[in-house]
């Protein structure tokens, strides 16, 4: 990451801005120091198996949006967010895992407060010539009515992956309510 940061981020790289230097990094299970802009401290940082998360069974959740969220509906339904949490799971953990089926997730809720900011993206996309982008950040609060055992287990990974549809659009930080 930092020798990214040397270069700087974005395709015009001008002279000392777009830079940046990772000073640290902690686990986020632990709150233990993993990275102190030069050494990496392993046995501070806690590995974790997919199965054994926490499943979620409280009856509100609020989702914060900290980066743009690129997808044609915002904010999403309660039942597209199960969809966009497992779909994350699928490419980002479980590609380079042991390849285990993850389980459609059943479940039913509805969005109780939405708070939205609109981003108008102006990027040129790799797999089309696509390059205006509309996109969303901000918190949206959903209260739930039922769950099955898969949905409140991949709703507890949502809270440890978030629920954008990649890594850098559409990450998000989810809430326990009550």
């Known amino acids: 990451m930092n020798l990214l940061g040397k270069r700087g981020l974005h395709a015009p790289r001008y002279e000392g801005l777009n830079r940046f230097h990772v000073r640290s990094i902690e686990c986020g299970f632990t709150g233990k120091n993993i990275y102190d802009g030069e050494t990496i401290f392993l046995r501070n940082l806690l590995l974790k198996d997919i199965h054994d998360t926490e499943r ?3 009856k509100r959740i609020a989702v ?28 980002l953990v479980n590609e380079y895992g042991s390849g285990h089926i993850i389980p459609d997730a059943k479940g039913k809720g ?3 407060r939405c708070e939205k900011h609109y981003h108008k993206l102006e990027r040129r996309s790799s797999r089309s010539d696509k390059r ?16 099955d055992d898969a949905a409140a287990w991949i709703l ?4 440890v992956v978030g629920c954008g549809p990649d890594a850098s659009f559409g990450c998000s930080s989810l809430k326990k309510l009550g």
């Open 132 to 147: 205006v982008f509309h996109s969303y950040t901000g918190v949206v609060e959903y209260e739930i009515d039922r769950l």
């Open 56 to 58: 979620i069974t409280d």
């Open 156 to 159: 507890g990974l949502g809270f």
């Open 110 to 112: 509805r969005i109780l």
């Open 64 to 91: 914060g949006f900290r980066t743009p969220f690129t997808g044609n509906e915002f904010p999403p339904s309660f039942e597209r967010l199960l969809s966009l949490i497992r779909n994350r799971v699928i490419r």
